[in-house]
């Protein structure tokens, strides 16, 4: 089993940028791929980005295209979620997410194992 622990949240006025870190402990050799989520009040939750640890392949929903960038720092066992130019539609709880097999090959992927408890995001207009 996979702990992830979300962390960089906060509030920010649309057009600013926010990074949030997922810290993964535990049974790491076994993550095939990751993710980050997000559910905002009175909606689904839906994934955001994901990736593919043994293939090297990220993918993105379209809404958060050439604005997010999901990236790891494999030494600090981190996951990063850069997002730029925030809209109020962003507006989230964001949760990361690991499986020890790659839900990427749909999108969007199935539900994940292992979740963090999640990092509020806010955007004013």
């Known amino acids: 089993q996979v702990q992830l622990v979300e962390s960089g949240g906060g509030l920010v006025k649309a057009g600013g940028s926010l990074r949030l870190s997922c810290v993964s402990s535990?049974?790491?050799?076994?993550?095939?791929?990751m993710g980050w989520f997000r559910q905002a009040p009175g909606k689904e939750r839906e994934c955001v980005a994901a990736?593919?640890?043994?293939?090297?392949?990220?993918y993105y929903q379209d809404s958060v295209k050439g604005r997010f960038t999901l990236s790891r720092d494999k030494a600090k066992n981190t996951m990063y979620l850069q997002m730029n130019s925030l809209k109020p539609e962003d507006t989230a709880v964001y949760y990361c997410?690991?499986?020890?097999?790659?839900?990427?090959?749909?999108?969007?992927?199935?539900?994940?194992?292992?979740w963090g408890q999640g990092t509020q995001v806010n955007v004013s207009s």
């Open positions: 997410a690991a499986d020890p097999k790659d839900r990427t090959y749909t999108w969007p992927p199935p539900n994940f194992g292992s």
């Open positions: 535990g049974c790491l050799f076994s993550t095939a791929a």
């Open positions: 990736i593919s640890w043994s293939r090297g392949v990220t």
